[in-house]
T-cell receptor, first 112, second 108 residues
Framework: NAGVTQTPKFRILKIGQSMTLQCTQD?????MYWYRQDPGMGLKLIYY???????DKGEVPNGYNVSRSTTEDFPLRLELAAPSQTSVYFC???????????FGQGTRLTVV | DAKTTQPNSMESNEEEPVHLPCNHS???????IHWYRQLPSQGPEYVIH???SNVNNRMASLAIAEDRKSSTLILHRATLRDAAVYYC?????????FGEGTQLTVNP
């Protein structure tokens, strides 16, 4: 059972480039989340989804887009990368609202 | 999202109990209290959650005040591996939002 898998683990982007951070879970979870964590800070919610075809904004959605076409996958798209998007990105999933959330190992993104 | 207040940092000695406090005076009746922890260079991991009654699991215990305006995460015997940032989160509905947490240091 792989749990929550994020790819890539590390990435360096140039300013203005775009990329997609991949997140997939094999636990048939309904809820999925994307967070960013800046050095020494707590996690900030970017977007979340309560099921396939349903997404909603979190605390810091600007500069990001998401889609949820399947239960398993919840990719995060960065358009026109900026240095302020340098961060560690975590994806998480849970079966329902008040069940345990499982986190991936993170993607460390640097924008230069 | 309702707000929680936690101390920035706490210290404990190995093999002693640790009580991590969390204040949430604006908690609503439907808010669940969740605790997660984040070890260095890792993603957060679930610890425990509850609504009104005290809860126990293999990792920890959660003591919830009768008025629900505060709670305490109890680690019964701290180990070096318990050194982490501990997050107390109020969850109502779909969103799971984190505060700054408490950095727990465990001394050998």
């Amino acid at each position: 059972n792989a749990g929550v898998t994020q790819t890539p683990k590390f990435r360096i982007l140039k300013i203005g480039q775009s990329m997609t951070l991949q997140c997939t879970q094999d636990m048939n979870h309904n809820y999925m989340y994307w967070y960013r964590q800046d050095p020494g800070m707590g996690l900030k919610l970017i977007y979340y989804s309560v099921g396939a075809g349903i997404t909603d904004k979190g605390e810091v959605p600007n500069g990001y887009n998401v889609s949820r076409s399947t239960t398993e996958d919840f990719p995060l798209r960065l358009e026109l990368a900026a240095p302020s998007q340098t961060s560690v990105y975590f994806c998480a999933s849970s079966y329902w609202e008040n069940t345990e959330a499982f986190f991936g190992q993170g993607t460390r993104l640097t924008v230069v | 999202d309702a707000k929680t207040t936690q101390p920035n940092s706490m210290e404990s000695n190995e093999e002693e109990p640790v009580h991590l406090p969390c204040n949430h005076s604006t908690i609503s009746g439907t808010d669940y209290i969740h605790w997660y922890r984040q070890l260095p260079s890792q993603g957060p991991e679930y610890v425990i959650h509850g609504l009104t009654s005290n809860v126990n699991n293999r990792m920890a215990s959660l003591a919830i005040a009768e008025d629900r305006k505060s709670s305490t995460l109890i680690l019964h015997r701290a180990t070096l591996r318990d050194a982490a940032v501990y997050y107390c989160i109020l969850k109502s509905g779909s969103r799971l939002t984190f505060g700054e947490g408490t950095q727990l240091t465990v001394n050998p």
